[in-house]
């Protein structure tokens, strides 16, 4: 990874692209995967790379939901592996979550090199979808791969960092779907039963927070945090926040510093 001075006023963004990067240098990573990662940074940075009051609100719901679940399955791709390793252990743990490798583009090597990078931090983690045996219906070729002690058995599967396509099968199959996605517009944010619009690299940490806060909640506090959240109207704040924000910044068309802070 090339050394960035923490003095650069852009180390965090650049921290994680050379994050990226190395994940593809160690195989974890697809080509696409840098793409979808720009694409996220420029959503984030519209949103002010913080996280957002329906963000929060979507964490506590997804948290919620994950320690009400039967069988709860986080999904960990090249993305997740190469940002997140030791956060998503540590969030599994917390929620006593299963974790699932599952790849858009899935190739062996990839799936070796993920599981490599995840008992770094870990040496005795449950690693599922090594050998997956069964598939999700409607996606073909090797996507759509999952373990029957994973995501097929899941009640509750988080998705982080995924494509539509999938999240759109995997709720036919009756699955609640959360996802964590900075783009508001995609189809997965769409799709999943709760959106995170928030950068993964805050999300996990903070989701981890609340389920160890959380944890001692009654069942009824839990269902009552459930009930009142609603995706659509989530998601809509999402857009109003970023309208305000762009709104602020333009002005009368003159960028102010202290603004670029807001």
């Known amino acids: 990874m090339i050394k960035i001075p923490k003095s650069h006023p852009r180390y965090w963004s650049l921290y994680y692209r050379e994050k990226i990067i190395e994940g593809m240098e160690k195989g974890?990573?697809?080509k696409a995967g840098l793409i979808a990662h720009g694409r996220g940074e420029a959503?984030?940075?519209?949103i002010g790379e913080k996280?957002?009051?329906p963000a929060e609100r979507a964490m506590r719901a997804a948290v919620a939901k994950l320690l009400l679940a039967k069988y709860p399955v986080i999904s960990v791709n090249g993305n997740v592996a190469a940002l997140v390793p030791e956060e998503t252990i540590e969030l599994a743990k917390a929620l006593g979550a299963k974790l699932e490798i599952n790849l858009f583009y899935r190739t062996e090597e990839r799936v070796k090199a993920i599981a490599e990078e995840l008992r770094k931090y870990d040496p005795e983690v449950d690693l599922l979808g090594t050998n997956p045996t069964k598939r999700i219906p409607g996606l073909e070729h090797e996507r759509g791969k999952v373990d029957e002690r994973?995501?097929?058995?899941?009640d509750v599967v988080v998705v982080p960092l995924e494509d539509g396509d999938r999240t759109e099968a995997l709720v036919a199959m009756g699955?609640?779907?959360i996802t964590i996605d900075l783009?508001?517009?995609s189809r997965s944010a769409r799709m999943a039963d709760i959106t995170i619009v928030d950068n993964i690299v805050r999300a996990y940490p903070r989701m981890t927070e609340l389920a160890r806060e959380m944890k001692d909640y009654s069942r009824e506090e839990l269902l009552?945090?459930?009930?009142e959240y609603d995706n659509g109207k989530t998601l809509n704040d999402v857009l109003?926040?970023?309208k305000n924000r762009l709104t602020l910044l333009a002005g009368d068309g003159v960028w102010k510093r202290k603004e670029l802070e807001v």
């Not at 959503?43 to 519209?46: N, Q, S």
């Not at 994973?150 to 899941?154: L, P, R, S």
């Not at 009552?224 to 009930?227: D, F, H, S, V, Y």
Request: net charge positive; no cysteine; hydrophobic share 55%.
């Open 51 to 53: 996280t957002v009051e």
């Open 240 to 242: 109003v926040h970023i």
């Open 224 to 227: 009552g945090i459930i009930k």
């Open 28 to 30: 974890m990573t697809a």
């Open 150 to 154: 994973g995501i097929w058995k899941a």
């Open 175 to 177: 699955k609640f779907v």
């Open 43 to 46: 959503f984030d940075y519209i």
């Open 183 to 185: 783009n508001p517009l």
